[in-house]
């Protein structure tokens, strides 16, 4: 199964015209999409309950695992079994009133779009204890979902390709003379189109880029059309081009050179104008195991849990208390610290909802030219 960042279309393409589509998802999850793995209290288990999560598998899926899933099942004597399973089936069976998992993993931007189709259950907050505990902020707090972490997309460079300059901001991005070499953006398959890099590079406040002029980011997008080599829609490949010296500059999900670092190769990131977009929990419609559900939410949200996670994956605590958990060069290395936060700015979910398909339609053309 692909990493959580591998195929960001899991998370943020979510179930966009997916009710035109249940009919073969249906036909999907009958067959099982997805594939599982589970934990166990083992002999030491306090009880014999089960609760089923959806995650994306992958390394990310072997942090949740180590950091989350293993000391929860040794706390509560629940046992965790884990499906992979895409939108589009799952929401299937939801429908059905089927649902295969109890806690859902996935990105806020996607809770929303379950909650269009009556598919996540109201949440009682009097349940999870951790959101006051782990101060988790109140816009990441909402009647079905709970944010736990987000990812930045932000800009990835080879430090050598400058003569020991360094781009500052998606301006230096746009500008090719000062900063040459091939470029590389997303594809919407990988993520949401980056309109709002366009606008920054344009002059826009970070503050001012909601609503999205449109037309003035795709004319900016245009002046860089030429210099652009490759759209990526999986979240190695930036690091793959900028290795291979096929780009000098990329768009890029915030943690995914770290490991190229520490390998020597000359790239890093950039986080000035960092788009970030958040991850939570919700609990499916119907499900088979939600008092089980809440308990794990509850745990996942604490905030000595959400530290454990991001020492053993580069994701961003939702929790401000996690960050005091680790060390400073721990803290540092996530997007997510103090020093970095107001260096970017949040996704604005619901002009996405209402925008993301005519957006991905007109991009494609553009793409196409």
Known sequence: M????????????????????????????????????????????????????????????????????????????????????????????????????????????????????????????????????????????????????????CIGYRTDAFGGRKPESWADFWDTKAFKGSRAMVHPDGDLPELEFALLADGVPMDKLYPLDVDRAF??????????????????????????????????????LADLEKQGVPVTRQLNGMRRQFSGYAIAKGAANADAAYQLMDYSLRAEVQAALAKAFPSNPSSPLAYAKLSEDERNALAGAPKYYDKGFDADVDWWLKNESAVTKRWLEWARG
């Open 2 to 153: 692909k990493d959580a960042r591998i195929d960001r279309r899991l998370f943020l393409r979510g179930i966009g015209g997916v009710t035109a589509g249940v009919a073969a998802a249906t036909a999907l999850s009958a067959c099982g999409t997805g594939t599982s793995r589970s934990t166990s209290a083992g002999a030491g288990g306090k009880s014999g309950k089960t609760v089923v999560v959806r995650d994306s598998g992958g390394s990310y899926g072997a942090a949740l695992q180590k950091a989350i899933y293993t000391p929860f099942t040794q706390e509560t004597g629940i046992s965790v079994k884990v499906l992979n399973l895409d939108d589009a089936p799952l929401l299937a069976q939801i429908k059905q009133g089927r649902p295969q998992c109890d806690l859902i993993n996935n990105s806020m931007m996607s809770h929303l779009k379950y909650v269009a189709q009556d598919a996540l259950e109201a949440l009682d907050r009097d349940r999870l204890k951790s959101l006051k505990s782990a101060k988790i902020p109140q816009n990441q707090i909402t009647d079905h979902a709970i944010g736990h972490s987000f990812y930045g997309q």
């Open 219 to 256: 004319k900016v997008l245009t002046r860089l059309r030429g210099d652009i080599k490759k759209f990526w829609d999986s979240g190695p490949l930036p690091g793959v081009l900028l290795s291979r010296q096929e780009v000098t500059m990329s768009t890029v999900w915030d943690g995914r």
